[in-house]
């Protein structure tokens, strides 16, 4: 079992920035590739970003590239998604997830999932 505690949500103005971290605990944390996803009010769940195990590699989806980022600190256990110039439109619930296979993260099927943490971007 891997459990995914989010952290950093909260109310920005549009243009602003904010941290998301997202702590796991469980099982080796290396062993993981990491995902954030997001889910708007009144839409589906959606892909923001993966890392793979070794952090190397990242993807992002099209409406988050060149202003979000995604890390991990292997020290602390953690993943981070740094998002920069928000947008009314980035206004959603920010989940992690984990899977040993970057390509199952990226298709939203990571075996744990955190219990996510909200953002809102107001204009």
């Known amino acids: 079992q891997v459990q995914l505690v989010e952290s950093g949500g909260g109310l920005v103005q549009a243009g602003g920035s904010l941290r998301l971290s997202c702590a796991a605990s469980?099982?080796?944390?290396?062993?993981?590739?990491m995902g954030w996803f997001r889910q708007p009010p009144g839409n589906e769940r959606e892909f923001v970003a993966v890392?793979?195990?070794?952090?190397?590699?990242?993807d992002y989806a099209d409406s988050v590239k060149g202003r979000f980022t995604i890390s991990r600190d292997y020290a602390k256990n953690t993943i981070y998604l740094q998002m920069n110039s928000l947008k009314p439109e980035d206004t959603a619930i920010y989940y992690c997830?984990?899977?040993?296979?970057?390509?199952?993260?990226?298709?939203?099927?990571?075996?744990?999932w955190g219990q996510g943490t909200q953002v809102t971007v107001s204009s």
């Open positions: 890392i793979d195990r070794g952090g190397s590699n990242t």
């Open positions: 469980g099982r080796t944390f290396s062993a993981y590739a």
């Open positions: 997830a984990a899977h040993p296979f970057y390509s199952m993260v990226v298709a939203g099927r990571a075996d744990y």
